[in-house]
């Protein structure tokens, strides 16, 4: 008898609940960098398959519920999206250069906790 080929490929849901803001709380998100952040989060997101479940570009920080893979930690995804986003808005966007020196558009940390069974209530 052919025995079954066991998988160790498993579907895991876990997500995440991230909180992080421009430096000094900056309150430009609202402005036309709006819809490049959007735009950036989706591209960086899909490159790591890192699903975004819903995000919110709020005035002065930003909300984003995540599904992350596995194999990748938290703290080096957001590391990645931190670092990779801040390159990219200053690539289309010179002028912040100024008001922001040496590259650093985001504060340093973050806020995560994980989402199970009261998915809803991080929503409202």
């Given at each position: 008898m052919a025995q079954k080929a066991h998988s160790l490929s498993h579907k895991v849901d876990v997500f995440y609940h991230l909180v992080f803001t421009p430096k000094y709380r900056r309150k430009i998100i609202y402005n036309h960098y709006r819809s490049n952040l959007g735009e950036i989060f989706q591209?960086?997101?899909?490159y790591k398959d890192v699903e975004i479940i819903e995000g919110h570009l709020m005035p002065d920080h930003v909300h984003m519920l995540v599904s992350i893979p596995p194999r990748i930690s938290v703290s080096s995804f957001m590391g990645y999206l931190k670092g990779?986003?801040?390159?990219?808005?200053?690539?289309?966007?010179?002028?912040?250069?100024y008001k922001f020196g040496n590259r650093h558009f985001w504060a340093e940390g973050y806020?995560?906790?994980?989402?199970?069974?009261?998915e809803a209530t991080i929503k409202k």
């Open positions: 591209r960086l997101c899909s990779k986003s801040s390159l990219m808005v200053f690539d289309k966007h010179a002028n912040l250069k806020y995560v906790s994980t989402v199970g069974l009261n």
